[in-house]
């Protein structure tokens, strides 16, 4: 166990402390105010307060720990060896920033609650971000900088074994349309005929019509693929389902619809099932509800993890509401054009309310590349070294890698081609040094 003396306990302070070390580094802490307990401690401890109470190890605190609410807060980013840091410490620190402030400020998403610029949906965007800005955005720094701190402690504490945890992939199917021209209605397909007609994409007409007469399979019917990869892979997919009314936003499926309904338990019988909301349930508790208990009457139990469409988040009311009607994982932490650690790391981390100033029981699982961020790299080898590249930022601090596919991007359609190799890849890390 750590022990941490500290001139104040905040809940800032424990749940910034608590994911470098219990959640990345495996090691239990408590904390303390009192110097004869600190001094008493013969395991793991260290100090973080304004000045060091001997020759321990030692890092200044930053201010951010100890506040309530939000401040305009002055950031400069520092090279640190291979990457980047904030918050600086100065010379009597272990290390030259404020390791946790650094983390808890990328963690919480402060930077999301302050002023910024959205795109056409309403999202934060990467550029927006400070990962961004300073060229960090491709590494998970909050896990490079516990590893850096962990070096710290062994050599201070020689005999010390540090677990090990090992590199894991979760990948994250999304389904916001079952199928392409299946299940679709007489209504939305005659629209899609009339559209097909005038827009002279004789093709697509002869396609929709094989499928519906059940000549062809549909394009976005690649289920059995992917249970089938599912039944030789150690990692269990999720996939989101979303089962919301039909709108301008989303188009899926009618959940009534007895064969969708039989897909779902189908699905839920080799995979994880969560719910992919709506774009109105994103606003409204009231449809996100409804759109529980509907998912929860198909799969016959509790629904666990969720998604949000789009993936937008409105901090902290998104979150809120999660936690409210006892969802307990979210995967929409992430963006949809870039590659890379929207909140830093790759450990799963607990939402942390800074209006209310609780952890939550929510745990966010920040995805690391969506199908969609790879469209605009042209070469399928690019796309290749751009995969290896994020997944060997993860593998380095033995995290987990989070990639979100979608069931139309394992289709032959030509935008996607060459996205089975890429899957492929990803299913194969898991089993690489």
């Keep these: 166990m750590l022990l941490v003396y500290t001139h104040k306990i905040s809940p800032r302070l424990k749940y ?3 994911h470098i070390f219990t959640r990345i580094l495996g090691i239990p802490v408590q904390f303390t105010t009192v110097i004869e307990d600190f001094i008493a401690h013969d395991s793991l401890k260290m100090s973080y307060t304004r000045q060091p109470l001997s020759n321990e190890i030692f890092v200044k605190s930053h201010d951010i720990l100890y506040e309530q609410g939000l401040s305009d807060i002055e950031i400069h980013v520092q090279d640190w060896e291979e990457t980047k840091c904030f918050f600086s410490s100065g010379d009597k620190s272990a290390i030259p920033f404020d390791i946790f ?37 491709h590494q998970p ?20 074994q540090f677990p090990e945890r090992a590199y894991k992939i979760k990948p994250i199917i999304d389904v916001p349309s079952a199928y392409n021209f299946k299940l679709k209605g007489i209504m939305r397909t005659f629209g899609g005929t009339v559209k097909d007609l005038f827009s ?19 394009t976005y019917d690649t289920f059995k693929y992917i249970i089938n990869k599912q039944k030789h892979s150690d990692s269990k ?27 779902i338990k189908q699905v839920a019988d080799y995979c994880q099932v969560g719910l992919k909301a709506s774009y109105f349930a994103l606003e409204d508790i009231t449809v996100l509800k409804k759109e529980k208990l509907r998912m929860e009457s198909i799969i016959n139990t509790s629904l666990t993890a969720s998604r949000q469409s789009f993936s937008k988040l409105n901090l902290p009311e998104s979150y809120r509401n999660l936690v409210e009607l006892e969802i307990l994982e979210d995967y929409t932490m992430g963006y949809v054009n870039y590659v890379g650690f ?16 609780i952890q939550t029981p929510l745990k966010i ?57 890429l899957f492929n890849l990803i299913l194969e890390s898991e089993h690489e040094n």
């Design 365 to 421: 699982y920040s995805y690391h590349l969506l199908d969609y961020s790879l469209l605009n790299i042209h070469s399928l080898l690019d796309k290749k070294k751009a995969v290896n590249e994020i997944m060997q930022q993860v593998k380095q601090v033995r995290g987990e890698f989070i990639p979100i596919f979608h069931n139309y991007t394992f289709s032959d359609v030509d935008r996607w081609k060459g996205f089975k190799d």
């Design 200 to 218: 002279l994409n004789l093709k697509k007409l002869y396609y929709r019509y094989m499928v519906l007469l059940g000549l062809k399979r549909d």
């Design 101 to 137: 402030s650094a983390s808890f400020y990328l963690l919480s998403r402060y930077e999301e609650y302050l002023p910024h610029v959205k795109d056409e949906y309403g999202r934060f965007t990467a550029q927006e971000s400070i990962a961004y800005k300073y060229g960090f955005l």
């Design 141 to 160: 720094v909050v896990d490079i900088w516990a590893f850096k701190f962990r070096k710290v402690f062994q050599d201070q504490f020689p005999g010390f």
């Design 237 to 263: 997919f999720l996939f989101f389902f979303l089962i919301g009314d039909y709108s301008t936003y989303d188009k899926g499926i009618d959940a009534q619809k007895r064969k969708f309904i039989s897909l």
């Design 342 to 357: 929207r909140a830093g790391t790759c450990t799963p981390f607990f939402f942390y309310d800074l209006d209310y100033e």
């Design 16 to 18: 910034s402390f608590k």
